[in-house]
């Protein structure tokens, strides 16, 4: 079946730093993928919405200049969380979506991101 | 944003008695739903989906049902099984709605020995 393969698992950063986080699509084409933050005994919030070649369309509330999106490529998006705050520690999820839909939506393993 | 939510937060059964877990949402142009598990530190892992031409769905020990008129979707899960432990989301979309994925506010299944 169709994999999503998000990199890294668990990362630590100083207060300051910026992180980046790829979400790969192993075996098919994503013409859409998702970016998700989800805190502690919370459900899956959207942050944005990325299509390859074009700009990411972010969900009320979130900082696009924080959170830059880049989706370059038909199977890797990555998120980049800039000038990272304790408040941006998470839970990260990207979900991929192929071009013909039939897969559905496919979710990577999550990224937890602690800043300190 | 449209509001996908949970009935119950926590549920907890005994080993091999049947799980059945609520949502309920308000967006009436949801088309699509689906059910999610997700254990400690994962991303969610489907589980079953259903579409609203339907009002039933059956997989593996797993059962999905619609009410399109109370906007009500429930899990049923048979012969629950330890593994079955982890937190199950419902979501939906709709058509025209750009394929983003609303979800619920989740539920702890805690299975007993």
């Known amino acids: 079946g169709a994999v999503v393969s998000q990199h890294p698992s668990r990362v630590i950063c100083k207060s300051g730093t910026s992180v980046k986080i790829e979400c790969r699509s192993l075996?098919?084409?994503?013409?859409?993928m998702f970016w998700y933050r989800q805190f502690p005994k919370q459900s899956l919030m959207l942050m944005a919405t990325?299509?390859?070649?074009?700009?990411?369309?972010?969900e009320q509330g979130v900082e696009k200049d924080k959170f830059l999106i880049n989706h370059a490529s038909l199977t890797l998006s990555t998120l980049t969380v800039t000038s990272a705050h304790p408040e941006d520690s998470s839970f990260y999820i990207c979900?991929?979506?192929?071009?013909?839909?039939?897969?559905?939506?496919?979710f990577g393993s999550g990224t937890r991101l602690t800043v300190v | 944003g449209e509001n996908v939510g949970l009935h119950l937060p926590t549920l907890s059964v005994q080993e091999g008695d049947n799980s059945i877990i609520n949502c309920a949402y308000s967006?009436?142009?949801?088309?699509?739903f689906i059910w999610y598990k997700q254990e400690s530190g994962k991303g969610p892992q489907f589980i079953i989906d259903?579409?609203?031409?339907?009002d039933k769905r059956q997989g593996q020990r797993v059962t999905v049902l619609l009410n399109k008129t109370v906007k009500h979707l429930s899990l049923q899960i048979a012969a629950t099984q330890p593994g079955d432990s982890a937190v199950y989301f419902c979501?939906?979309?709709?058509?025209?709605?750009?394929?983003?994925?609303?979800f619920g506010t989740g539920t702890q299944l805690k299975v007993e020995l």
């Open positions: 979900s991929a979506i192929d071009r013909k839909g039939a897969n559905g939506y496919t």
């Open positions: 075996d098919f084409q994503a013409t859409t």
């Open positions: 990325s299509n390859e070649g074009s700009k990411a369309t972010y």
């Open positions: 967006n009436s142009a949801s088309d699509y």
């Open positions: 259903i579409r609203s031409n339907m």
């Open positions: 979501a939906e979309t709709s058509t025209g709605g750009g394929n983003k994925l609303t």
